[in-house]
């Protein structure tokens, strides 16, 4: 298992920028590929983007492709999320996961952040 914090989130307007960091510890955080999920309010956990371990490949979800864009430091074991051009709609509970594998599921992640809000006003 790996740990994982997140944090940088916090309200900004629509237009602005935002990047929210995702510190791991525990076992190798290598090993492992890295993917963000979100939750708003009344809404099922939703992907957004991940990353295999050497950052080879990359998936996006639609509504966040060219705006969002995914990194992560294996030398400081901490993924990042930066988020450009944000909307009302991007308005989540966001979490950070780590997994055995690249997936696009939640079932995909054996390992979650506690999750941090980035709220977006109009």
């Known amino acids: 298992q790996v740990q994982l914090v997140e944090s940088g989130g916090g309200l900004v307007q629509g237009g602005d920028s935002l990047r929210v960091s995702c510190a791991a510890s525990g076992r190798s955080f290598n090993w492992f590929a890295m993917g963000w999920f979100r939750q708003a309010t009344g809404t099922e956990r939703a992907f957004v983007a991940a990353m295999t371990p050497n950052g080879g490949r990359i998936y996006y979800a639609d509504n966040v492709q060219g705006r969002f864009t995914i990194s992560r430091d294996n030398a400081k074991n901490t993924v990042y999320l930066q988020m450009n051009s944000l909307k009302p709609e991007d308005t989540a509970t966001y979490y950070c996961?780590?997994?055995?594998?690249?997936?696009?599921?939640?079932?995909?992640?054996?390992?979650w952040g506690q999750g941090i809000q980035v709220t977006v006003s109009s």
């Open positions: 996961a780590a997994g055995p594998r690249l997936g696009q599921r939640t079932d995909d992640y054996k390992s």
